[in-house]
């Protein structure tokens, strides 16, 4: 199995479904340590970009989609949130080229290189309680996956799992970057809204792949 | 929640809206993308001056634009920094050849955005440089994390870069200005209420009747820490003990004292607060020589207040007198 | 109660000590008696501007004390009148030997206290008048009641009023244009929120979250109706027919729209509102050819606005425009 | 019996304690149908004779007693009840004159001189639910009280039931009068709080009486 671009509009769609319905949860993850915004800078991006996923051109490929998803999120979110996710998915949109259809190396490099361009704009580094502590572990156990030859299902599901945890596990740090930053000691025991986010679109990234017959 | 508003997705629309039949003497308004620019804008051989950042923090930065400070001003949705397109459009319109200025306060959010639209204009042609304003003495500073918040004293920076951008003065000479107030201006703020974003309809966060947030910053964050209230002059104690650990002053100084209300305050409180800090500047032998008190950053209907001090010298007092014809600051025109 | 003060008691001494340190430059401060006085008066030959009231209303009345507005503020208590020996002892400071006007906002203790001082002042041979302000169309008019309250449009007639004086209009001219003002200018107010009252320590009316108070004063009284929270501009509308309904206007009248925050409102919220107002004026043929927007005449802490309308004429926008230098309005100097 | 100047410090200082002890009760009556000062008013007024009453010259006069007290209220107290109460009192003292002490002709004097002076500055009528609808009651009841040949002390306890009466059938009045009449209809079911202060004084001049060996 690999996965194309109806996948690719698919993961997008569930996305924006998701955030939509987890934009209150968002929004009180980030009051408690933010400025209660995430949830409406998230479900305001991924909401422009619906419309747009409607008459897409027939050579449309995956990162053509992906390369959509960042214009538009840039934007349209604002905040810290806009710049980084659409530097994200601008370098997986380069990180996977003009394929047709991605397999089970393509999305390794996909997440990849959405994490690297998220450091390379952000400069967080894991621990810092931000969006990486949950992309960096999905990273992880994507390349794990795929080393052992897993199939795009299995490995969208590790990393899925894999940046679930992570988010999970910002809520006992210290914030070194973002807003969570000038609480200090008073961020303990709050998850960190954009890991929480990223969380989200991993786990509709797979379960398109499940849902799909 | 209870606002006088229509819907929560307008605020910013509606009031820019209105900002613009009001002020249409001073400033035009740009709604798709949306920024507020001076009337007489791009105006040759001059560096622009743009500023922007979240809705919510009124007057900042839409009432600033105008003859001696800024040339535009860029709305986010409240609380939210503005995306790189009407930063963009912003510093296009302003651009009169001479480069242009981004006044950015220090926030992840607003510093990208900003950034990525200095990358884009400046493909375009245009020299465009960015200060980040960080004088929120609240956030430890350190190479490590995202630094201090700019607040307040955001305001002292865009009037007195104005002036300096209104004489004359080259992009290089500009910037040197606004890093100059950046660099001696602090500020350390207070919350009595919180605030209530308006597509939340919920509070910031909760503060019992006897309690009060130091540090706060200005998008309704909680602060550094929560202790029970205190009488007016022990809080204005703690803000300034907290700004002049930080800024070295010798007896003989010159300051600017900014006391800020942050949206709910009544003006006699500030006044209150102001009396007690000019009070124990004077004792520490700092002559209080130009002042400013008012509402001019504030947080929606927060209750309570910053103080923000600038060391003055010669030159930024003459900056600081020099005339200003903005919706929300205005004297010598 | 949650306040930046130290003692109830001292809340007006210590905000007065606190504006004349920062004022120092346009005003003077006498504490005992207690008044605000032009640093340049008494000015040979002007009429004397005096006004004064209760305090809580901030900026109103010190804050408009200068160049081309009063002469002297008297402030009371909060929300309490204050007494002849400050009034008196304001006009004589004011009195340069053209006569005084006193400018008093129709309430029956403003009234009384300002008549006894002007009785005393003018045993000592000052010349004086009073103006009685009473532009609040939410109370109805009768001789057989109190009648109307003043409320913002205080604020025009101190403007437009201290304009005349100060180009040199003699005493009866000075009258009969603050005169003109009040018969030209209407104003109904909205209350979201209550005010609390430094020595009472409660709220002054309690309000459900989902109400709101229509045609309040602006001294935290009960307005003449509770009604659920609507719209902006549905609300705005309702301000707006009480006006209109009051103050004949013909199309192509000329008006100086003027939205008045309480003390506790977001500047937004002023924008959208006066958007609508803007709106529904240019609908009728009206045209918003002056506007003010801002906390000018507050409840304390209060959220809510009023909405004035003034009728201009030639002579009212240009006495409007000229020059004037206050603490909290200012432009042309 | 008469009443000489003792009766009449006596009576201030009463006044100034039952002040004191009503200011809150004062003020949420004032919160109701206006704006919640009155009590406080009336306190700072009462509270700064005080100490004017020490150390009074030997040819003190229950005249020269009111006279303090007119023209200390009319300098501390503001707002409407200030001038109010200061021209009654000024008034009392003109009706009383140089008298050493006063029998019930001269308190009958003293109250009708005291409520026309309140209706010669503000106007009111009785009915207009102000203070003037404790006094009229009272000086109504003194007049009768003297006429049927009361001493000084019936005579005052008549004028004080008669103000509290007076006070209390303030309560399902409209006002026309001061800030109650803003009102409107609103006001019905209040009790104003100028003639509940009224109705204080003038029971703090009985209770001196009857206390009084
Ligand atoms: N420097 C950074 N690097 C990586 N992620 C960051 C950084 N700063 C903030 N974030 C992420 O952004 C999230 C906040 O996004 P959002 O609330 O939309 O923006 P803002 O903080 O501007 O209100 C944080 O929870 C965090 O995960
Ligand atoms: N015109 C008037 N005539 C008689 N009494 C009046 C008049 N206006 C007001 N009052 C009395 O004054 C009282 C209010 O006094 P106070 O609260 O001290 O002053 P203010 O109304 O200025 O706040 C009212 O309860 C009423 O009894
Ligand atoms: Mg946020
Ligand atoms: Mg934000
Ligand atoms: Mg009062
Ligand atoms: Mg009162």
């Excluded at chain 1, 897993?150 to 969208?156: C, D, E, F, P, R």
């Excluded at chain 2, 209105?18 to 001076?38: C, K, L």
Aim: charged residues 20%.
């Amino acid at each position: 199995l690999t996965l194309d671009t109806t996948w690719t509009v698919r993961w997008i769609r569930r996305s924006a479904e998701v955030l939509a319905a987890s934009r209150a949860a968002l929004n009180t993850l980030d009051r408690d340590i933010g400025d209660g915004d995430h949830g409406e800078n998230m479900d305001r991006g991924f909401q422009a970009i619906l419309p747009k996923l409607e008459n897409l051109a027939i050579e449309t490929t995956p990162g053509t989609v992906l390369k959509l998803v960042a214009t538009t999120l840039i934007s349209t979110v604002g905040g810290a949130a806009g710049p980084l996710y659409g530097t994200a998915f601008l370098k997986a949109a380069g990180a996977v080229g003009t394929a047709q259809s991605l397999d089970a190396a393509a999305l390794v490099a996909l997440v990849t290189a959405a994490r690297d361009g998220i450091v390379l704009r952000g400069k967080a580094e894991e621990g810092d309680k931000t969006m990486i502590d949950a992309w960096t572990p999905a990273v992880n156990a994507a390349a794990a996956a795929q080393a052992a030859g897993s199939g795009v299902g299995a490995l969208l599901l590790a990393a899925a799992d894999a940046a679930a945890s992570g988010a999970q596990a910002t809520e006992p740090l210290v914030a070194r970057k973002g807003r969570a930053s000038y609480l200090g000691e008073r961020a303990i025991g709050h998850r960190d809204p954009g890991s929480q986010s990223t969380s989200l679109l991993l786990r509709a990234a797979a379960d398109v792949v499940l849902a799909t017959p | 929640m209870k606002k006088l508003i229509n819907d929560p997705k307008n605020v910013v629309n509606e009031a820019v809206a209105g900002f613009e039949v009001a002020h249409g003497d001073i400033v035009r308004v740009s709604h798709d993308p949306i920024f507020i620019v001076r009337s007489d804008a791009p105006i040759r051989g001059k560096v622009g001056l743009v500023s922007g950042g979240g809705s919510g923090h009124e007057p900042l930065h839409g009432g600033f634009v105008g003859y001696g400070m800024l040339d535009a001003a860029v709305p986010g949705a409240v609380f939210t920094s503005p995306t790189p397109d009407p930063i963009l459009a912003a510093t296009q319109a302003v651009d009169g050849g001479a480069g242009v200025l981004h006044i950015v306060k220090n926030y992840t959010g607003d510093v990208l955005n900003f950034e990525t639209a200095a990358d884009l204009a400046s493909a375009e042609g245009i020299d465009v440089r960015a200060v980040i304003i960080n004088d929120d003495v609240a956030v430890k500073d350190s190479l490590y994390t995202a630094g201090r918040r700019g607040v307040a004293g955001t305001v002292l920076v865009e009037k007195i870069t104005g002036a300096a951008a209104e004489r004359g003065d080259d992009l290089d000479a500009v910037v040197a200005v606004a890093e100059k107030v950046n660099s001696r201006v602090r500020t350390m703020g207070v919350a009595l209420t919180p605030c209530v974003v308006p597509h939340a309809g919920e509070p910031s966060f909760v503060l019992a009747d006897d309690e009060i947030e130091i540090g706060i910053g200005i998008h309704g964050e909680p602060g550094r820490e929560r202790i029970k209230l205190e009488p007016a002059d022990a809080i204005v104690d703690r803000l300034l003990a907290a700004i002049l650990d930080d800024l070295p002053f010798v007896r003989g100084d010159n300051a600017l004292l900014f006391v800020n209300g942050m949206g709910g305050t009544p003006q006699v409180e500030l006044y209150i607060a102001f009396r007690r800090a000019a009070e124990v500047l004077e004792e520490k032998g700092i002559a209080v020589t130009r002042s400013l008190i008012g509402n001019y950053t504030t947080s929606l209907e927060m209750a309570g207040i910053s103080i923000s001090v600038l060391k003055l010298d010669e030159e930024l007092m003459s900056l600081w007198d020099a005339p200003v014809q903005t919706a929300a600051l205005r004297w010598g025109r």
